[in-house]
Nanobody, 126 residues
Framework: QVQLVESGGGLVQAGGSLRLSCAASGRTFGTYNMAWFRQAPGKERDVVAAINWSGGNTYYVDSVKGRFTISRDNGKNTAYLQMNSLNPEDPAIYSC???????????????????WGQGTQVTVSS
C-alpha cells in the first residue's frame, strides 16, 4: 500500500513554470513506476508523463514534449513534474499515480495504475 500526496499546483501566467511534487508514503517507493495524469473539466483523464522505477525510462505525451520533465528521487520518496512554457491547453487537475515496477515507462492508461493522489489544480492565465 502506498499513499500519494501532490503539491505545487497553482495559478501561473501563460509562458510560466510550475513544479509539481508527489510525495509517497512507505519504504518501497523504488519498486513503483510513477505517472502524472491530468483531467480538464468535461474531458477524459489523460497521461502527461510516466517514469519507470529507476528513472531510466520515461514517456511523454506529444503535447508536452520539450516543455515538461518527469523525474523522481527514490531517496526522498518523491516524484516531480517540472512544467515550463505553460499554455492555455495545460490547465487541469494533475494527479500522480503509482503501480508495481516495470522496466518500461509506456504505461499510459489510468487502469495501468493502482494508487492515486488526490490531485492538484493547475490554472494558466492568458
Amino acid at each position: 500500500q502506498v499513499q500519494l500526496v501532490e503539491s505545487g499546483g497553482g495559478l501561473v501566467q501563460a509562458g510560466g513554470s510550475l513544479r509539481l511534487s508527489c510525495a509517497a508514503s512507505g519504504r518501497t517507493f523504488g519498486t513503483y513506476n510513477m505517472a502524472w495524469f491530468r483531467q480538464a473539466p468535461g474531458k477524459e483523464r489523460d497521461v502527461v508523463a510516466a517514469i519507470n522505477w529507476s528513472g531510466g525510462n520515461t514517456y511523454y505525451v506529444d503535447s508536452v514534449k520539450g516543455r515538461f520533465t518527469i523525474s523522481r528521487d527514490n531517496g526522498k520518496n518523491t516524484a516531480y513534474l517540472q512544467m515550463n512554457s505553460l499554455n492555455p491547453e495545460d490547465p487541469a487537475i494533475y494527479s500522480c499515480a503509482a503501480r508495481a515496477a516495470t522496466a518500461s515507462a509506456y504505461l499510459i492508461r489510468p487502469y495501468d495504475y493502482t494508487y492515486w493522489g488526490q490531485g492538484t489544480q493547475v490554472t494558466v492565465s492568458s
